[in-house]
């Protein structure tokens, strides 16, 4: 049966709904919307607005919840961040100290992770266009996976790792043509997506790779799409399909020692229903599990995603054929509404705003573009300048997608963890805007 797509006529959820689901987010009738136990009010008269704000708390209990379901469904099973979800290296680090690994995507990725203090045997290295210069210096740092994605790269691994002196510890990342009914930026498992390698050329290819120089062919990965939530019917489908390609490995005689099962576990930003990791463990345990290896997951918004938040302050209400709430938060901060039409439940930060009269706004900010527009028409009491919101479940695919268009700073980076918070990336200075650029003496003065 085919999951349904996601229902959009219904009504957004109330503020009252939207607190609910959010366990690190609460209401204090005097301090108003809290993260944890900090009021959101003190960390903007601190830090200003824009600001992202993470939670310690649900970060941990995120991924206690991951691991503790994959551990109850009996699987041995490690889990690598998705660290292009949230690259700080305060959440790296506390993510670190719950024993995640990370999955990293680039040179710069590679090195944040490092600095974030996560040794090279907990790092993953995928991706479809990886540089000779990442592949040195993933080997050089002999980290603990790189996911070949082509039969090119396994040649350009080869010849790099030879030449290094090295064994790269690779896996093979297939594409089991499936369609994970996500949006179509962000789904990545079908025949024409750039990623993987063709499932029916992949043994072949493994083969090939196995019996390369420099390579040690340590098992095959997959990544289907991201923000899944059409329930586990592709996960199922990719993952027999692996099966089926571990055994026919086996019987050909070739090593394999772990299956690398991706991330893309959807979360709840509005009202679709997402599934519990239980129901992922589940899907691992039915099509993996009797194959008697080591899985390994790559999540990265569902870890991160609800755990932040993007803070900030009204600049202006504009009233005219449509009410524009116009904040100083901006599609260089959030990309995901005008990049994906992703929802983001907005959230008044004053406890009077709560109990206020509601009408349809648009919000939106200040750049110069139409696209620049968190939410159209969403039930929002009166909002003048200086009032505070909060644009929710942006602890994914939030700051990393962050640019400086329009010449704004890139916004501070917060961290709560119970009563206490800490900056923990500094606002991009207006210095830093500049910095390294130079006007060439020949455009004279
Ligand atoms: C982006 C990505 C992930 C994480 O996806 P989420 O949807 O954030 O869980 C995992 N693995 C690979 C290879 C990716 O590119």
Redesign the pocket.
Known sequence: MAAPLPVTNDPDPTFAELIAGRPHIRMDARDGLMVEGVPLARIAAVVGTPAWVYSAGSLRRRTRALTGALGAAGLDASVHF?M??NDNLAVLALLHREGLGV?V?SEGELRLARAAGIPASRIVF?GVGKTERELRLALAEDIFQINAESAEEIGMISALATALGRTARVALRVNPDVDARTHAKITTGRAENKFGVAIDDALVLYARMAASPGIEAVGIAT?IG??ITAGMAAYRTAYARLAEMVHAIRAVGLPILRVDC????GITYRDEPAPMPEALAGAIKVTLGGLGLPVML?????IAGPAGLLLASVVIEKQGARRFVIADAAMNDLLRPSMYDAWHGILPISPIAHHAPLSPADVVGPVCETGDTFARGRALPALPAGELIAFLDAG?YGATMSSTYNARPLAPEVLVDGTRFAVVRDRQSYAALAHGQRIPDWIGA
């Open positions: 998705a292009k979800a999955d995507v995928s990544h991201s923000q991706g991330g893309g576990l790559e999540p990265g918004r569902w994914a």
